[in-house]
DNA sequence: CCAATAGTGTCTGTTAGACAATATTCT
DNA sequence: AGAATATTGTCTAACAGACACTATTGG
């Protein structure tokens, strides 16, 4: 038989095939009120979901996304969900991971791709509310419970409770996640599980956490943080972006002298802030990470 | 209708959906025959290929892997197949990237999470080539071929050529990917693509070059090295595949620095080997990468 | 004037790179 | 003895953390 012979008669359906979605994970660092005109205003780290309007998880909230088309490849699905979602291109997208246990969907078996895309705030303001679909920006702190460690024969198992809040105006919602790492003779794996979770639909919790522990480890070692920014921003903005995703204090001396290659200055200045002004920034597409 | 209704009326088959694969890549550091038996055997990567037996790309060689079955994980095919492989268990396995191009198999929409699996030569001679399939191990080793960079807008496109060249005692293969890094604004995307392949089936050779980059990053911030290591090992013989993977070699008195946390002394000596005695080491399990 | 932030200077301790120097084996 | 590797010591430059100090605005 050739080549063309036997792609002709070959039978796809022969196989089972489970169903594949993408899961999207948008995150944005947007400024929260602030009533002194003097201060600056505070950040919040917020993550895009939307209620489900359909069984399963029927009221829930759920990361967008949805079926990947025999057409289009995964990228495209993502994107085409993102644009779907927040009308912006010309966005960070990355893949994060792809979710592929028996059960994760009570519907049928369900693979899915989860993608990660950083957008601002500014650019955003626009599309925040009047989505059709019931889609909504959440406030996303995460909480280190407790952690625990066993030895084993020939290495140990830590397991870790992290919680995960969500809120609005309107909402609060809830999750708790166990992550089990195993040490076991030269070789690691990490497993995560969800304890408890209030309102939100299918195993997304656990993607969430597991997609803010790549996003705290990235913005150390890349710079997806400029995804983050608009256009123009001053280096304590950028600053607060470290700050809210890192989820510490940094010191602004060191800051400043490590993201000054990465950046360029304007002579712009912010205006009318009850205190000194200060020099807006851009990104210098120059910079390389690599050396 | 009731959640529970909704699921029992629920069809699975109204949506067309493509075929799952794991596509493994399985990577060990072997030494090499060395003539003079006071000098140290050099070590080299390789990659465990298979020669395809039957259409698409008959002949030519191709990542072990398989179609994932409706009852098992992602993470249980993967294994299944490495089990199949090289019946080691316990071994490293982390997912790499899920590629989903529309026609990345001639046959029909497929859909492959890659997994990287790394194992230590010592445990797997045995299997080495006594496979009942046609798998074989091929050093392999990459080279930077040309650069171009262009300014556009508002970013720069840089273009990268790399050759990978695989061999054995039997047989060679090579081929080149074009890695695309696209600057705009803010944001940065990269994409593969095989410019050239000689004998690699499929879109592999741009799976395994990418493999091969994530392998030469996670060296450097994770123990991942450890888990390409057998239980006792010379401080030199960890160097060494350090240097074989990052492709460069390394000062022994400040990699010796950068590990000692990591691994603990045993009173073990390597002997008869016309030279000063090293001292065997294991992997620390206690050592933790994070503070 | 003063609250509040912007931005800089400098000290200190840690670490990576470089390389020299010493130690130890087997044939 | 001599080849070859193992292992340690030390100098230096670079850099991160800490913190003090100066600069600049709007009300």
Redesign the interface.
Known sequence: ?T?KQ??QS?D?SR??????TVDMLIFTVADEQEANYRKLSPKSLQILLVKRA???F?GQWALPGG?????????E?AMRELQMETNID????E?L??????NRD????V?S?SYMALV?SESLEVKAGEDADDARWFRLEDKWLRENKIATQ???ITEKWVQLRFWNEAEELSATVKITRT???????EEREIVETNHIAFDHAKIIQYALERLRNKIE?T?IA??L?P?LFTLTELQQVYEVILGKELLAAAFRRKVADKVMETNHYRKHAGHRPSKYYR?N??WTDNA
Chains 1, 2 share one sequence.
Not at 106 to 109: G, H, N, S, V
């Open positions: 038989m080549e036997f792609l070959y796809a196989f089972a095939r489970p169903s594949v359909d069984h399963p029927m079926f990947v088309s025999p057409e289009e490849s995964l990228e699905a010309n966005i960070y997208l893949q991971y792809t979710w592929g246990d028996v009570p519907r049928t078996r693979i791709a601002d020939d290495g140990t040490v076991a003779g030269r070789t690691v794996r070692y710079d400029f995804a920014m256009e990104f597409p120059d």
